[in-house]
């Protein structure tokens, strides 16, 4: 494997007094999926656990949806058992009404509201069919103000129509950062997949410090007749890119540079489980196309994305259900997880963090 544009050290950053990287004691600021966007008709709440917070979701009457933490700062009782008023929740003990920033706008006994009737509203976005929510309170519109950036996208369908086509959802008994670490894993490509592809890599950390691409591109072996057979459909080339976001999103861009077939695009949202387990919604993505024929292109893009995701989950799931990641020993074709390891300790833990590596980072 050759690098470009430098040869990292093959060892980790150690600067870091917590690192973010495999700790599940810390959850980076970023985009986590919270549920479907079908989960969440007009005016209707639902109660959510992600990254270790309770929180309740709402759909206002305005179709927007809203999140905030779950519990009522009256007396604690979980919203998500009230109702929707308009584009408030009222709480379903004493009714007291909340906006989507977690400020209390009506208590029905009195007409004064105590300074101190307030709840953590967040950052809510809905995107490729799901509700995405960011661990930073909202403090003012619009409604992501406090996230840095919108959930990720990939460049080549910014601003086009997409459908996007999501998949069972599936579980690893390890933290997300080391499921993430497959798609740029080069030596299980071929010790695993059986894919001799001398890789080039290629990366990019964007200004933001939040999402890293990492390219590989190789030219296709032709030592056995599966390879030779992939050569003369596809072409001499291959490559494949992996965004990460957050630490907590994978999109995968794969079939680059091969002849006949389009980029095939699938997103991994990640998200910690209470149990030290990873939930994976796998996420197919493809521009809309006008027409029947469109339609079927488009379709028929989804379900070749899958059957490529198909053929190679399978193996890679022994290796995430039994492993204890420890990279005492890593050799130069291991330079993309050194690239990634640091570029997720480099992120920012969120207020969702446990408060004791939350105190040593900050500091
Ligand atoms: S507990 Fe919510 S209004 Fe009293
Ligand atoms: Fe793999």
Same mark, same amino acid.
């Given at each position: 494997?050759?690098?470009?544009?430098?040869?990292?050290?093959?060892?980790?950053?150690?600067?870091?007094?917590?690192?973010?990287?495999?700790?599940?004691?810390?959850?980076?600021?970023?985009?986590?999926?919270?549920?479907?966007?079908?989960?969440?008709?007009?005016?209707? $709440?639902?109660?959510?656990?992600?990254?270790?917070? @309770? /929180?309740?979701?709402?759909?206002?009457?305005? *179709?927007? !949806?809203?999140?905030?933490?779950?519990?009522?700062?009256?007396?604690?009782?979980?919203?998500?058992?009230?109702?929707?008023?308009?584009?408030?929740?009222?709480?379903?003990?004493?009714?007291?009404?909340?906006?989507?920033?977690?400020?209390?706008?009506?208590?029905?006994?009195?007409?004064?509201?105590?300074?101190?009737?307030?709840?953590?509203?967040?950052?809510?976005?809905?995107?490729?069919?799901?509700?995405?929510?960011?661990?930073?309170?909202?403090?003012?519109?619009?409604?992501?103000?406090?996230?840095?950036?919108?959930?990720?996208?990939?460049?080549?369908?910014?601003?086009?129509?997409?459908?996007?086509?999501?998949?069972?959802?599936?579980?690893?008994?390890?933290?997300?950062?080391?499921?993430?670490?497959?798609?740029?894993?080069?030596?299980?490509l071929q $010790?695993?997949?059986?894919?001799n592809?001398?890789? @080039? /890599?290629?990366?990019q950390?964007?200004?933001? *410090?939040? !999402?890293?691409?990492?390219t590989?591109?190789?030219?296709?072996?032709?030592?056995?007749?599966?390879?030779?057979?992939?050569?003369?459909?596809?072409?001499?080339?291959?490559?494949?890119?992996?965004?990460?976001?957050?630490?907590?999103?994978?999109?995968?861009?794969?079939?680059?540079?091969?002849?006949?077939?389009?980029?095939?695009?699938m997103?991994?949202?990640?998200?910690?489980?209470?149990?030290?387990?990873?939930?994976?919604?796998?996420?197919?993505?493809?521009?809309?196309?006008?027409?029947l024929?469109?339609?079927?292109?488009?379709?028929?893009?989804?379900?070749?994305?899958?059957?490529?995701?198909?053929?190679?989950?399978?193996?890679?799931?022994?290796?995430?259900?039994?492993?204890?990641?420890n990279?005492?020993t890593?050799?130069?074709?291991?330079?993309?997880?050194?690239?990634?390891?640091?570029?997720?300790?480099r992120l920012?833990?969120?207020?969702?963090?446990?408060?004791?590596s939350?105190?040593?980072?900050?500091?």
């Open positions: 494997m050759t690098l470009s544009p430098s040869r990292p050290s093959l060892v980790p950053d150690d600067d870091m007094t917590v690192p973010v990287f495999n700790n599940w004691n810390v959850v980076a600021a970023g985009w986590y999926l919270a549920c479907a966007s079908h989960e969440l008709k007009l005016r209707q $709440t639902k109660s959510v656990r992600l990254c270790g917070q @309770q /929180l309740v979701i709402f759909r206002g009457a305005d *179709g927007q !949806v809203r999140s905030l933490h779950a519990y009522c700062p009256h007396m604690g009782t979980d919203l998500s058992i009230g109702r929707v008023d308009g584009n408030q929740i009222r709480c379903f003990f004493h009714h007291w009404a909340f906006d989507g920033e977690g400020t209390c706008r009506d208590i029905p006994c009195q007409s004064a509201i105590p300074t101190r009737a307030h709840t953590q509203g967040y950052a809510t976005e809905e995107k490729y069919g799901f509700v995405w929510v960011y661990p930073e309170a909202i403090r003012a519109t619009p409604r992501q103000a406090n996230a840095p950036e919108p959930v990720v996208e990939f460049d080549e369908l910014r601003g086009h129509d997409i459908v996007a086509l999501p998949d069972r959802p599936l579980e690893r008994a390890c933290h997300h950062h080391i499921c993430m670490m497959n798609g740029i894993d080069a030596q299980h $010790t695993v997949h059986k894919l592809i001398e890789m @080039q /890599l290629e990366m950390e964007h200004d933001s *410090g939040t !999402v890293m691409d990492f590989l591109r190789g030219e296709f072996p032709q030592t056995n007749r599966r390879e030779r057979l992939m050569r003369s459909v596809l072409g001499d080339r291959y490559a494949y890119t992996m965004r990460y976001a957050h630490g907590c999103l994978g999109l995968l861009t794969i079939m680059k540079e091969v002849k006949r077939i389009p980029n095939l695009h997103i991994y949202a990640y998200t910690p489980l209470d149990n030290q387990r990873t939930r994976i919604q796998p996420i197919y993505i493809a521009r809309k196309r006008k027409g024929l469109g339609h079927l292109i488009t379709y028929g893009l989804l379900y070749l994305t899958r059957a490529c995701y198909y053929f190679l989950r399978h193996e890679d799931g022994m290796i995430y259900d039994n492993i204890e990641f990279p005492r890593l050799l130069p074709i291991d330079a993309p997880i050194v690239h990634y390891m640091n570029y997720v300790n920012t833990p969120s207020g969702w963090s446990k408060p004791s939350r105190t040593d980072q900050i500091d």
